[in-house]
């Protein structure tokens, strides 16, 4: 783990969708003291661009000697970084946080918009699972070809099925029976995820995100109902998320304030 930021070239940029772009890492390259980063899906690392900010995202791709970060278009900081071209630097610390449990049978793993970048890599290590993913229309779905048995939802029916992928769990368990479940993306999602497997008994884990500023636990910025969720979280399991109070409906903002949950995604902070 690295504690302080390492200075890493971007290597590669993929362009996942028109929300969302891939940056890809070397572990072994030049200037980078990194000789390859000891990681789990479901973790994240901080990236910090020089004179902007340092902002979360997850580890979407992941190899012997190679890392990556998908991004999705949101303020000022990912539109500097979407600006960013092979060759240029940015800072990278972590991995940091919790990871998902891959000691399950069979699995179902759900995703909903850019939260798809922290079940990749897990979704590419799991043994037996089925993959749906939600987004708003065709355009915003990400990894089409990289998971090409993954079912897929859109909210205006554009590819897959119209609706959002809670839509389908029940007739996927009734075909697959899986034993877990695995998810990530919006909160509300999330929450008629914990619900479903709650009603039927199955194991679940969700990867939450709240504002991230320090990412070692010590300014108390990420906490949920005293969870500090950079350092016992992100990932947290069905038992633990029913008794958060503010899961599915409060965050605290950069400034701190706690608000209700749809009020922390829709602004800046
Ligand atoms: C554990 C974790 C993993 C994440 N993984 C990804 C990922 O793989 N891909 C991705 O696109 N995004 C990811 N995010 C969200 C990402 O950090 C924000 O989208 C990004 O910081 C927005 O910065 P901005 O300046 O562009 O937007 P802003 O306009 O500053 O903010 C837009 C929204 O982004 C969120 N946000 C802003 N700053 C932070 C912060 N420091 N910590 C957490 N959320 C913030 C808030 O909801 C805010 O309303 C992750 C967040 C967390 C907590
Ligand atoms: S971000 Fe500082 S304690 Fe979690």
């Given at each position: 783990m690295h504690l302080e930021p390492v200075m890493m070239k971007i290597e590669e940029v993929i362009l996942e969708s028109n929300l969302a772009r891939s940056f890809i890492f070397k572990t072994c390259s030049e200037r980078s003291e990194s000789k390859s980063l000891e990681y789990q899906p479901g973790q994240f690392i901080m990236l910090w661009i020089p004179r902007l900010d340092e902002k979360p995202f997850s580890i979407s791709y992941?190899?012997?000697?190679?890392?990556?970060?998908?991004?999705?278009?949101?303020?000022?900081?990912?539109?500097?970084?979407?600006?960013?071209?092979?060759?240029?630097?940015?800072?990278?610390?972590?991995p940091f946080g919790t990871a998902f449990n891959l000691n399950v049978g069979k699995a179902c793993v759900v995703g909903g918009g850019v939260g798809m970048a922290s079940l990749a890599v897990l979704i590419e290590r799991l043994e037996d699972s089925v993959v749906v993913q939600g987004a708003r229309t065709a355009s915003e779905l990400l990894y089409r070809n990289r998971f090409k048995d993954m079912?897929?939802?859109?909210?205006?029916?554009?590819?897959?099925?119209?609706?959002?992928?809670?839509?389908?769990?029940?007739?996927?368990?009734?075909?697959?029976?899986?034993?877990?479940?695995?998810?990530?993306?919006?909160?509300?999602?999330m929450v008629?995820?914990?619900?479903?497997?709650?009603?039927?008994?199955?194991?679940?884990?969700?990867?939450?995100?709240?504002?991230?500023?320090?990412?070692?636990g010590v300014c108390g910025q990420c906490c949920c109902n005293g969870l500090r969720l950079c350092v016992e979280g992100p990932v947290l399991d069905g038992g633990t998320l029913e008794k958060l109070e503010d899961f599915g409906r409060y965050a605290r903002r950069g400034n701190g304030r706690r608000v209700p949950i749809g009020t922390y995604l829709g602004k800046k902070t």
């Open positions: 992941h190899g012997k000697d190679f890392f990556g970060v998908t991004v999705a278009l949101k303020g000022r900081f990912t539109q500097r970084l979407h600006e960013m071209k092979v060759g240029e630097w940015v800072g990278i610390r972590g079912l897929l939802c859109t909210e205006d029916g554009s590819a897959g099925t119209k609706g959002v992928p809670t839509d389908l769990l029940e007739d996927l368990y009734r075909h697959y029976r899986f034993d877990a479940i695995y998810t990530c993306g919006p909160e509300a999602m008629k995820v914990s619900e479903f497997a709650r009603e039927y008994n199955i194991c679940m884990q969700a990867s939450l995100e709240r504002y991230i500023k320090c990412a070692v």
